[in-house]
């Protein structure tokens, strides 16, 4: 598997010559997120491959157009995983899309998010400079980290070339436990629960019922299973797998899909649709008609931030309204890493 990277900088480095916007692609699976971006499509995909990878160490470094599928059957021959359980919404997807949209799964809340298993990334920037932030270590140098900036950036400060990771052995059994229980009384327990030392790893509730997994030693979840009674859900693995890839049954319908982030103990909000909850209720699924005002100032007051995450209006405001200070923010950091704006113009907001 040959390095594609001079390749996609020569490809990049025309773009700049010619004032050529680029559309970054790699295999797809992700791209309903966000707003549409213009540009010639720059693909990524033939640049693909693990480059190094030493489970003693729990470090992994692969080439953006690696399938996740392969890295996480290669992980799980080793006993390993990839600790922030990302989703892959269609078979195609590759590390770098991961990274790139910065989406986590059901183990989130317990084992951290993307961005704090990136370890270091190479990139090609809006100059057509080839750059390298971080490393192969696990400790990063205090200061400015420029390689978790790129994480849900959706390629617009750069190419993703390379990521090196930080990943974690695998648990050594898990079960899940099924507790019928009201919305509300299931983010009031499952907040109890999360703040004891529990082995959670994932949390759940449908409308109906509440799913909780415990990840450990047999000792420990034997212990906890004592503790917390419920019912063990058979084909536990196929459950979570199927939240994951938005292929419950919940996700079937044709209304506008909003993924909201609120503090955890919230209770349900008074807005009409259907939800269902993940992460002990500091994120959820929310499917509804209603005008993206009313569902964001609702969620606002309450100290949360909401997405368009699938349907509706794609041209409009995808991503929470940004505040002056954050746009000011967003504006530098577009400006230092593509000058020229030729990086998936408009994926996140408009005029970035």
């Known amino acids: ?8 900088q020569h490809q990049v480095i025309d773009a700049i010559q010619e004032h050529t916007q680029l559309c970054i692609t790699g295999g797809g699976s992700k791209a309903f997120y966000g707003r549409p971006s213009a540009g010639t499509p720059l693909s990524v995909t033939a640049h693909h491959g693990i480059i190094n990878y030493e489970p003693t160490e729990l470090i992994l470094t692969a080439r953006c157009g690696t399938g996740l599928s392969e890295i996480q ?11 922030f359980e990302p989703p892959h919404f269609g078979s195609n997807a590759t590390l770098g899309g991961a990274v790139a949209c910065g989406l986590s799964g059901p183990r989130r809340p317990y084992t951290g998010a ?13 100059k057509g400079e080839i750059l390298s932030f971080g490393g192969e270590v696990v400790k990063n140098v205090a200061g400015f980290d420029a390689s978790r900036l ?59 019922q509440l799913y909780l997994r415990l990840s450990g030693t047999p000792s420990a979840l034997k212990a906890a299973r004592t503790h917390l009674g419920g019912e063990v859900l058979p084909d536990a693995e196929r459950y979570w797998k199927d939240l994951r890839e938005h292929q419950h049954v919940f996700f079937k319908h044709e209304e506008p899909l909003w993924r909201l982030s609120l503090p955890p103990a919230t209770p349900p909000l008074p807005i009409s649709g259907d939800c269902l909850y993940e992460w002990n209720g500091s994120q959820r699924w929310l499917r509804t008609a209603l005008q993206a005002n009313i569902i964001r100032e609702t969620v606002a007051r309450r100290g949360g931030h909401a997405t368009l995450f699938r349907g509706g209006d794609r041209e409009g405001t995808i991503f929470h309204p940004l505040t002056p200070a954050m746009k000011t923010i967003n504006k530098n950091l577009k400006l230092a890493f593509d000058p020229h704006s030729i990086f998936n113009p408009g994926r996140l907001y408009s005029g970035l």
Request: net charge negative; charged share 15%.
């Open 1 to 8: 598997m040959s390095d594609h990277s001079h390749t996609l």
């Open 73 to 83: 059957d290669i992980l799980a021959d080793q006993g390993q995983m990839l600790p």
């Open 114 to 126: 993307v961005r704090d298993y990136v370890l270091g990334i190479r990139c090609i920037n809006g």
């Open 150 to 208: 790129m994480v849900g950036a959706l390629g617009t400060l750069g190419v993703i070339l390379d990521i090196s990771l930080k990943i974690l052995p695998h648990p050594r059994q898990e079960i899940t436990l099924t507790y019928e229980l009201a919305a509300e009384n299931a983010i009031n327990t499952v907040n109890q629960w999360a703040a004891t030392a529990l082995p959670l790893s994932a949390s759940s509730h449908d409308g109906q």
